[in-house]
């Protein structure tokens, strides 16, 4: 019996593009091989599959979000991030694990950030001790993708953003020369800098950032 992973492929991949497919791959850098299937198509899909299959009225499902994320095509991993965002609420603590993994697998930015903000932010809101536990460690790790997310999980936190570990994620990759890390120091502290931009401003000011993180980091302020 094919799995609901494997049945969902078989759906997209009657709907593939190969004009679209190389320059949707072209953008993500040729890292992933496309359907071609552009988003408001895919979440169309996608939705009437999850609807067909029942998968919306029973228990998030984290052997489909796997074996999605071990599929190739990547509007498969893309899928798995909306999906897992409809459970979000009924996630548990130990789902952590999941989205590290995902994190670190297949790692780039179109699904690390949607996972960091939309999934990993949520989930420490509501289990507060995941960000000692975990995020605490990402902040350091090797892995870019585990640092970029300690960084921006908190982007949707508003007036609940722990200030302190906000800064001293930043403080402690503030020397990095990537890129992604330079980026997502400049869109934290942007984003922060709507609730307390005098925050914002004393800690540009008083810290030595690259220019990038300086310049996204000071639009709003």
Not at 10 to 21: F, I, M, P, T, V
Not at 90 to 111: C, G, N, P, V
Not at 153 to 158: A, H, R
Not at 199 to 213: D, G, P, W, Y
């Amino acid at each position: 019996m094919m799995s609901e992973a494997k049945a969902l492929q078989a759906k997209l991949r009657g709907h593939a593009n190969s004009e679209n497919a190389v320059s949707m791959s072209k953008y993500m850098k040729d890292h992933f091989p496309f359907f071609g299937i552009k988003s408001p198509q895919r979440r169309e899909l996608a939705n009437a599959f999850l609807k067909e299959e029942g998968m919306l009225k029973q228990p998030f499902n984290r052997d489909f979000v796997r074996e999605l994320w071990e599929l190739p095509e990547r509007e498969l991993q893309i899928v798995a991030i909306d999906y897992s965002v409809k459970f979000v609420k009924k996630m548990e603590r130990d789902d952590i694990l999941l989205l590290r993994d995902m994190i670190t697998q297949k790692s780039w930015w179109d699904t690390v950030d949607a996972i960091a903000s939309n999934l990993v932010g949520p989930l420490c809101l509501k289990y507060e001790e995941l960000q000692k536990e975990y995020i605490e460690s990402w902040s350091t790790d090797d892995h870019l993708w585990l640092r970029r997310t300690s960084i921006i999980y908190q982007l949707g936190y508003k007036s609940k953003t722990d200030e302190q570990a906000l800064y001293s994620y930043i403080e402690r990759n503030s020397d990095s020369k990537e890129f992604f890390i330079q980026k997502a120091i400049g869109w934290a502290l942007r984003q922060y800098s709507k609730t307390n931009p005098e925050s914002v401003r004393h800690f540009i000011e008083t810290h030595e950032l690259a220019k990038l993180s300086v310049r996204e980091g000071s639009k709003y302020i």
